[in-house]
């Protein structure tokens, strides 16, 4: 089934609905049956395909159930993690909440509307009453998102919120990065007697000698490293990756009242942990609040909140360019 727009088109696919965002440019896969993932952004005059893909066909692979482990063949593509990104417990009026592994959205099912230019997704709360709402749209070379959190309940909802790009990448493809990235939050790293949870570190150290390798530079997969990082709070909104081979970069761009942070998730091997297949991704993920533990990021005072009846709204935007983006 096909529905058209004049710029748009709107997709049904497989055994889940895909939908499919699409101009002159840009094709932009989605999948709302499950989390909402965006599967795939492909520039079409070249082709590239920015994403991370899985082993099997998502639209043929079973739906991920509530609170299980994000792991492959879903650890691929373009998640939103909320109000969680690791598993935890918070206390909240008394009450214990236990919150799943990359938070409650990607295994959620999404109501899809297309309200006028772009695609719009609405999904609820499990453990906790908010609506989640998330806006795409293409503007020539760029996708923007726009997201809206409404707190349905009486109390207030902590969260952190992080995109989750998972991109593809290869060997010395380059990190693109703020320019007052100095120190990192390590939240976890295969190497931890270098770095390990809490810890700050210097990233010009990290990338001139304190790792064998520079980590802004994709390396192979035999690597067998991992590790995740946090800026400190940012007054650069950008960041990106720069595709070597096809001499492309794709770049996020986000206002920094609204998204003060920049995770870093390098793979280089180094995960899953129990599977001989290891992954080789990056992903560069704008967010609000740190590290990725919202309990943790309770106790630091680093997590936000939506007051009763509220809400909060953010928006970001990728942009696909020729050559290596300047920040």
């Known amino acids: 089934m096909l529905e058209k727009t004049d710029k748009e088109h709107r997709v049904v696919a497989g055994s889940q609905n ?22 795939n952004i ?82 609820y709360g499990t453990k906790m009453s908010y609506r989640f709402t998330k806006w795409l749209r293409l503007e020539d070379e760029s996708l923007v998102i726009t997201y809206r959190v409404e707190n349905l309940s009486d109390t207030t ?3 952190i919120w992080s995109s989750h790009p998972l991109l593809n990448v290869d060997p010395e493809d380059e990190l693109i990065l703020p320019p007052e990235m100095n120190e990192v939050l390590v939240d976890g790293m295969t190497e931890e007697e270098i770095g390990q949870f809490g810890d700050r570190l210097s990233w010009s150290d990290l990338k001139s000698g304190t790792l064998p ?16 990082f946090f800026s400190e709070k940012l007054q650069t909104g950008m960041a990106g990756i720069y595709r070597k081979q096809t001499d492309e970069s794709l770049l996020f761009q986000f206002d920094t009242a609204e998204i003060p942070y920049l995770g870093i998730w390098l793979c280089y091997g180094g995960w899953p942990e129990e599977s001989a297949i290891k992954d080789l991704t990056v992903a560069l993920e704008p967010c609000i609040g740190r590290p990725d533990s919202l309990r943790k990021a309770m106790e630091w005072g680093e997590n936000m909140d939506i007051e009763p009846s509220g809400m909060r709204e953010w928006s970001m935007k990728i942009t696909i360019e020729d050559g290596k983006s300047k920040i």
Not at 65 to 91: H, K, M, R, W
Not at 213 to 228: I, L, M, R, Y
Request: proline fraction near 11%.
């Open 18 to 39: 895909r939908e499919l965002v699409i101009n002159g440019r840009l094709l932009v896969y989605i999948l709302p049956e499950m989390g909402g993932k965006i599967t």
């Open 42 to 123: 492909i520039r079409k005059s070249s082709g590239t395909e920015f994403l991370k893909q899985p082993d099997q066909e998502l639209t043929e692979t079973q739906l991920p159930n509530y609170g299980q482990e994000f792991l492959p063949p879903y650890a691929a593509g373009f998640d939103d993690c909320f109000p969680t990104v690791s598993p935890c417990s918070i206390s909240k009026k008394g009450e214990i909440i236990d919150l799943p592994d990359h938070g409650e959205l990607w295994t959620s099912k999404w109501e899809v509307e297309l309200p006028g230019p772009g695609i719009k997704f609405t999904t």
């Open 157 to 159: 909802i902590p969260f």
């Open 213 to 228: 390798f520079d980590p802004s530079v994709v390396q192979p997969v035999e690597t067998g490293f991992a590790g995740k």
